[in-house]
């Protein structure tokens, strides 16, 4: 997976599920608020404007998604 790669599935997807470093993600693209994040199964969701804000902002484990990129799974998206 390439950073292309992440931002192209979020940019055509509504609903998307990955794991990374043991923990597995949501993303939802569809809310009003803008582009959601979080854990699944905790209540400390981040929004983002764009797919560029998320991936330059938001951070697995205190890294960027840039710096894990290799370890994202993504393992559904619709």
Known sequence: MTINDFKKIIDTSGD???DCLGVSYT????TDKGIVI??????????????DDLIANYKING???SDV???I???FYS
């Open 16 to 18: 998307i599920t990955f």
């Open 27 to 30: 993303i939802l693209t569809w």
């Open 38 to 51: 979080g854990k699944q199964n905790d209540d400390d969701d981040c929004y983002y404007e764009s797919s």
């Open 63 to 65: 890294k960027y998604i």
């Open 69 to 71: 990129i290799d370890k």
């Open 73 to 75: 799974n993504v393992t």
